[in-house]
């Protein structure tokens, strides 16, 4: 793949920037992302918030209390983080596009370093930050995402001490959907989120799909951001579980070329192996999994992982044929990001979960 040179920007070119903040029955954490936003030092900014047919009294209490210096857009129905995002990318005017989770908030200066970083080379088409645990601003939710053979995310430097290790400009993956920003011309030429994945793995599925025509994602680790961990679904909901297991399949289906795809299941079958591994040596999300939840709930999940990917299959074909036409990039650039960006077995089914 060409790599294009980089240009650095001086001063920094204050283009509008789309703040989307997706609220569903976020009463509690909504507004703290949003008075994080307003206090940006960046100021070429418009902040919009979508909710997705909050129940909770939040929708009302946004209006009242942020008036005209927000914008609101109400769906009327939970449509998912992806389809909610959508609708606000499709009403938002900024030249970027940054997504926020209402159950994250970000330092004064997040903005402003992370439009820093993407305009330091135009192959930036994405930028991910520094995310700390909420509860504990010492420890790594993640600095971006990394990925296993057979689709799987996970954030990089997870339930790490930070001690400085990713105190430097680098690249990873992709960002993490909760603290991200896009250029608007990515998202034009991918065709932003895929609304069929509903939740997670959604942004790297939009990962894969900008790197497939050429974009990179920089991380800046001066634009800090904090994260309330899943907080609309649960550390352990089956029917989170179920979407992480399905969604980082639709990922592979739709965008890895086909001597990497037909190699997925023996990578899955192998992380299952060392899941299995783990319930016996109490190590790992499946460890926990399995004091939570039965086997025989696991295996259902399963089976309804593999009954929907069937079901939507003539939709990822069609996907995958619309994102095959327009790739900029090889296969060998495909396997220098596994390379680069790769996360090994161990690291995927004996740490912690991605989300």
Not at 148 to 160: A, F, H, I, N, V
Request: aromatic fraction near 12%; include cysteine.
């Amino acid at each position: 793949m060409k790599r294009r040179k980089k240009e650095r920007q001086s001063p920094l070119k204050k283009n509008l920037v789309s703040a989307i903040v997706l609220n569903w029955n976020g009463k509690d954490v909504t507004s703290r992302c949003v008075d994080s936003l307003l206090k940006q030092t960046y100021q070429s900014l418009e902040i919009i918030v979508v909710d997705n047919g909050s129940e909770d009294g939040s929708l009302a209490m946004i209006r009242k209390k942020y008036g005209e210096n927000i914008r609101v857009i109400e769906n009327g129905k939970n449509l998912g983080f992806a389809g909610g995002c959508n609708v606000g990318i499709l009403a938002s005017r900024g030249e970027y596009v940054a997504l926020i989770n209402s159950d994250a908030t970000v330092e004064k200066n997040w903005l402003e370093e992370m439009v820093k970083g993407i305009q330091l080379d135009e192959n930036y088409g994405m930028a991910a930050g520094k995310i700390y645990f909420s509860n504990d601003k010492g420890l790594i939710e993640n600095t971006g995402h990394v990925v296993y053979r057979d689709g799987l995310g996970r954030g990089r430097g997870r339930l790490e001490r930070d001690q400085g290790q990713y105190d430097y400009d680098s690249t990873t993956f992709c960002p993490n959907g909760c603290a991200a920003l896009y250029r608007r011309k990515l998202m034009d030429e991918i065709g932003m989120f895929d609304a069929s994945f509903f939740a997670y793995a959604d942004d790297i599925d939009v990962g894969f799909r900008g790197r497939l025509l050429g974009y990179e994602c920089v991380y800046i680790p001066t634009a800090i951001a904090y994260h309330k961990l899943s907080a609309s679904f649960g550390m352990l909901s089956p029917f989170k579980i179920f979407l992480l297991e399905r969604n980082r399949l639709w990922v592979t289906i739709k965008c890895f070329p086909l001597g990497h795809l037909l190699m997925v299941p023996f990578y899955t079958i192998l992380r299952y192996g060392v899941h299995i591994y783990g319930v016996l040596n109490h190590m790992g999300p499946a460890s926990r999994y399995a004091s939570k939840i039965s086997f025989g709930s696991l295996l259902w999940i399963a089976c309804k992982v593999y009954l929907s990917t069937l079901l939507h299959l003539p939709h990822l074909l069609m996907e995958r044929f619309k994102i095959r036409r327009k790739t900029k990039t090889s296969v060998r650039d495909f396997e220098f990001w596994m390379k680069r960006y790769g996360l090994t077995v161990e690291e995927v089914a004996l740490h912690e979960i991605s989300y």
